[in-house]
C-alpha cells in the first residue's frame, strides 16, 4: 500500500519567514494529495489539496508543489504568523481506493 | 459551517469491555470514514463506508471492529473486546463527494483502554 513520509518532523521559524514542509509517497498510482492543519485539542481542517494532473496550487499565503517523477510534494507558506503555529499532515491516494495514507505530520513553530 | 460531531471526547474503559464511539456527519454527505491515530504515530485509515456498507477496510479493522448508520444521522464504530492497543484518537470523517477528496473530520474521541 501507499506510504507517505514528512520531513522535517518539527519546524520552527520566525514570524515572517517562509515554511517548507516536504512529504514523499510511494505509490505511482495516487493522484491526489491534501494538506491537514490540526491545530491543539483541535479536528484536522484541510487547508489545500492538488491532483495529479497539475504542479502547483496556491491559496493565499499557502501554495503546493508536486513532482510526480521524483514522487514528492512539498507545502510553502509565505509571510508565516502565529496562527500558523499547527501540526501539518500531507496524505495521498488515488481513485482507485477509499483511503488516505497520512504522513506522521510535521509541528510547525512559529516564533513571533 | 456544518461539522462532524463526535461523541464522547473522551471514553476510559477496561480491556474486554466492548465501546461504541458514536459520530453524527454533514448531512448531505454520502461517504463515511473512521481514522485513528496512536499518540505519536501516523494518522491511519481503519474503514470507509458508502451506500449503507462497507467499501473498503484496513487490515486494522479485522472481526472486533464494526460499522453501523442506524438511521439517517449517526454513523457508529463499534469495538466489541477493547485490547490496550486499541488505546488511540479516533477520528469520524466525511466527504460529500468523491471519496477521499475534501475530508471534513470530528473532534474526535479519546479512547483509553486500561
Known amino acids: 500500500g501507499e506510504n507517505v513520509e514528512q520531513h522535517p518532523s518539527t519546524l520552527s521559524v520566525q514570524e515572517g519567514d517562509s515554511a517548507v514542509i516536504k512529504c514523499t509517497y510511494s505509490?505511482?498510482?495516487?493522484?491526489?494529495f491534501p494538506w491537514y492543519k490540526q491545530e491543539l485539542g483541535k479536528r484536522p481542517q484541510l487547508i489545500i489539496d492538488i491532483r495529479s494532473n497539475v504542479g502547483e496550487k496556491k491559496d493565499q499565503r499557502i501554495a503546493v508543489t508536486l513532482n510526480k517523477t521524483a514522487k514528492h510534494f512539498s507545502l510553502h507558506i509565505t509571510e508565516t504568523q502565529p496562527e500558523d503555529s499547527a501540526v501539518y499532515f500531507c496524505?495521498?491516494?488515488?481513485?482507485?481506493?477509499?483511503?488516505?495514507?497520512f504522513g506522521k505530520g510535521n509541528q510547525v513553530v512559529v516564533i513571533p | 459551517e456544518p461539522e462532524v460531531t463526535q461523541t464522547p471526547s473522551h471514553q476510559v474503559t477496561q480491556m474486554g469491555q466492548e465501546v461504541i464511539l458514536r459520530c453524527v456527519p454533514i448531512?448531505?454527505?454520502?461517504?463515511f470514514y473512521w481514522y485513528r491515530q496512536i499518540l505519536g504515530q501516523k494518522v491511519e485509515f481503519l474503514v470507509s463506508?458508502?451506500?449503507?456498507?462497507?467499501?473498503?477496510k484496513s487490515e486494522i479493522f479485522d472481526d472486533q471492529f464494526s460499522v453501523e448508520r442506524p438511521d439517517g444521522s449517526n454513523f457508529t464504530l463499534k469495538i466489541r473486546s477493547t485490547k490496550l492497543e486499541d488505546s488511540a484518537m479516533y477520528f469520524c470523517?466525511?466527504?460529500?463527494?468523491?471519496?477521499?477528496?475534501?475530508?471534513?473530520f470530528g473532534s474526535g474521541t479519546q479512547l483509553s483502554v486500561l
Open positions: 505509490d505511482s498510482a495516487s493522484n491526489y
Open positions: 448531512s448531505n454527505h454520502l461517504y
Open positions: 463506508f458508502y451506500n449503507n456498507e462497507i467499501s473498503e
Open positions: 470523517a466525511s466527504t460529500q463527494s468523491a471519496p477521499n477528496e475534501k475530508l471534513f
Open positions: 496524505a495521498a491516494s488515488n481513485y482507485g481506493n477509499n483511503r488516505l495514507a
